[in-house]
């Protein structure tokens, strides 16, 4: 079983900006085999897919609710996936989850967007 936890949340004025970590609790399951996601949880919305990224990086889709706003990287050495996200909206606020596409799926970490 593996673990990822999710770091980089917290409060935000709209047009600020927060970089999200995610990183996997075992040393051997390393990101670079693994295409990983973020999804989040808007209050009073179904779970939405945010962003992907294939296991070599070469293919980065995004919702079109944060496309040209958010940008999903990953550092293979360090074994860290990123979300960074800039211009951020209050309809930007809610839980954001770090997923494995083998299934795994951190706590969340929360982002509120409020002036």
């Known amino acids: 079983q593996v673990q990822l936890v999710e770091s980089g949340g917290g409060v935000v004025q709209p047009g600020g900006s927060l970089r999200l970590s995610c990183v996997a609790s075992?040393?051997?399951?390393?990101?670079?085999?693994?295409?990983m996601s973020w999804y989040r949880q808007v209050p009073g919305k179904e779970r939405e897919l945010g962003a992907s990224i294939t296991n070599t990086g070469d293919k980065i889709t995004y919702a079109d609710s944060v496309k040209g706003r958010f940008t999903i990287t990953k550092d293979d050495a360090q074994n860290v996936l990123y979300l960074q996200m800039t211009d951020l909206k209050s309809e930007d606020t809610g839980v954001y989850y770090c997923?494995?596409?083998?299934?795994?799926w951190g706590q969340g970490t929360r982002v509120t967007v409020s002036s």
């Open positions: 997923v494995a596409w083998v299934g795994y």
């Open positions: 075992r040393v051997t399951f390393n990101f670079r085999n693994h295409g």
